[in-house]
């Protein structure tokens, strides 16, 4: 793997985690708006951003092996 191409997967994750991490507040946002408490709500935000990082984690194993 190029140096190249190893600066573009490190890009790749920190976007995917930047991105997962507007998800998960989304999620909390979502919980608060419909009545849970905070602690159900930071838990809720928290299972939808880390379903959302273990589905781009996915892709991006998918997709690794068609980059290099």
């Known amino acids: 793997m190029s140096a190249h191409s190893l600066l573009l997967l ?8 930047v991105l997962c991490a507007v998800i998960g507040v989304l999620g909390y946002g979502t919980a608060r708006l419909g009545g849970a408490p905070v602690t159900t709500a930071f ?4 299972f939808v951003f880390f379903c959302a990082l273990t589905a781009g984690l996915a892709l991006v194993g998918i997709l690794l092996p068609a980059i290099t």
């Open 10 to 17: 490190f890009l790749a994750l920190t976007v995917l985690l």
């Open 43 to 46: 838990n809720r935000g928290a």
